[in-house]
């Protein structure tokens, strides 16, 4: 019996807890507090039913992973069990020695996130202004011997100053920086009228990042994430629904995508009652969007469906109330003048209103 090919990476979601508030974070609008995360042992087991599976990266991912003391036995399981393993944070936390602590364990490269290239672009979006903890993890980062990656979510707000957020980055010695347009779900969707930017906007910051991209070639590799708001057609969000990769939330809960949680039509399943091999391969969640059989028209009989796989269900579902329709961003959807009125409102209306935080203010989900 055949199943589908193994995931490649796994999003290993330890935590929602976070010194950060960012208006645009990826996490489900309820956020898990710590009495509903995995033990220690939990996460080991999960660690190994994943290498088993086929996983090759773990990405350690929150909230910000680093409020776990735990992270350093995670990571040493990994690399006992031969697993590549990536930091994703926020640089809050990240001391010399817990840094020198998490390398001794076996962790192979980290991400540190910014917002903009200075205090008040901390304090505007993550309702912080520990801009300086930025710039020493990323000091730290280099001086354990990490490639330093970073990673900057643009909009609205911050897009004008890509050339001085390029320039951070070159200063701290960064290798790769990732360019993320915003997308639009959780909390960015609640901030989207402040967030999305204008079309202007975004020609300029094009220009910017193709300039610096040839000016700086090797030095530091610029990565743009396209606004899909602004594309014609959808990405192929995850490589396809299933295809590559999951993510493991706080909770134990498994998804196809870290955004999944949002959709609350469907019911997930659990590391508590199954093991990741049966979630994989077998769970109605995982293959209720898997390949193309699911689609509806207009994808169904589109030639792009293998490319793009009908776009991301969290879109659809966020933008229509239905997981299963065409991404509306596609021009061929039914829904498309969803995309298409929050863009008008975007190119003509100077927006009103004030940033949402995010914040533990919500009831947790029950398990
Ligand atoms: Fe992609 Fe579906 Fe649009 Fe075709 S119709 S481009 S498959 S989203
Ligand atoms: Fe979930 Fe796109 S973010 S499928």
């Not at 490269?109 to 008040?120: F, M, R, T, V, Y």
């Not at 300039?211 to 990405?235: F, M, N, Q, S, V």
């Not at 793009?308 to 229509?320: E, H, I, K, V, Y």
Request: net charge negative; with cysteine; proline share 7%.
């Amino acid at each position: 019996m055949t199943g589908p090919p193994p995931p490649y990476g796994l999003l290993a979601e330890v935590t929602h807890r976070c010194p950060l508030h960012c208006v645009y974070c990826s996490n489900p609008l309820a956020l898990l507090g710590k009495q509903d995360e995995l033990t220690t042992g939990d996460w080991v087991r999960v660690l190994g039913e994943a290498a088993a599976l086929g996983v090759l990266q773990v990405h350690f991912s929150g909230g910000e992973p680093l409020v776990r003391g735990d992270l350093e036995t995670l990571v040493a399981e990994c690399r006992r069990l031969g697993l590549y393993t990536n930091l994703i944070t926020s640089g809050l936390g990240l001391t010399e020695r817990r840094a020198e602590s998490l390398v001794a364990a076996g962790l192979n490269s980290a991400q540190l996130s910014i917002q903009g290239d200075a205090a008040e672009a901390t304090d505007l979006i993550a309702a912080s202004k520990r801009f300086d903890s930025k710039e020493a993890a990323a000091r730290v980062v280099r001086d354990a011997g990490l490639p330093l990656n970073m990673n900057v979510v643009l909009h609205r707000l911050n897009l004008d100053r890509l050339d001085a957020i390029i320039d951070v980055c070159v200063k701290w010695g960064a290798e790769r920086l990732e360019l993320a347009n915003a997308q639009y779900y959780g909390w960015a969707l609640r901030n989207r009228a402040l967030l999305m930017p204008s079309k202007a906007q975004l020609d300029e910051a094009v220009v910017v990042y193709e300039r610096r991209k040839a000016e700086l070639g090797e030095r530091l590799e610029l990565l743009w994430i396209l606004p899909d708001y602004y594309e014609t057609y959808p990405k192929p969000c995850m490589g396809g629904w299933a295809r590559t990769a999951l993510t493991v939330a706080p909770d134990g809960v498994v998804y196809p995508c870290p955004v999944a949680a949002e959709i609350t039509t469907m019911e997930f399943p659990s590391v508590h009652d199954h093991d990741l091999a049966g979630i994989w391969a077998k769970s109605a969640a995982f293959q209720a969007f898997r390949g193309t059989d699911w689609m509806p028209d207009p994808c169904r009989s589109c030639p792009r469906k293998e490319l793009d796989f009908g776009g991301c269900r969290c879109q659809a579902f966020a933008l229509t109330g239905d997981a299963a329709r065409t991404d509306p961003v596609c021009r061929h959807s039914p829904d498309h003048h969803l995309v298409l009125d929050a863009l008008s409102r975007a190119n003509q209306e100077e927006p009103g209103g004030q940033l949402v935080h995010r914040r533990p203010t919500v009831p947790v989900r029950e398990r």
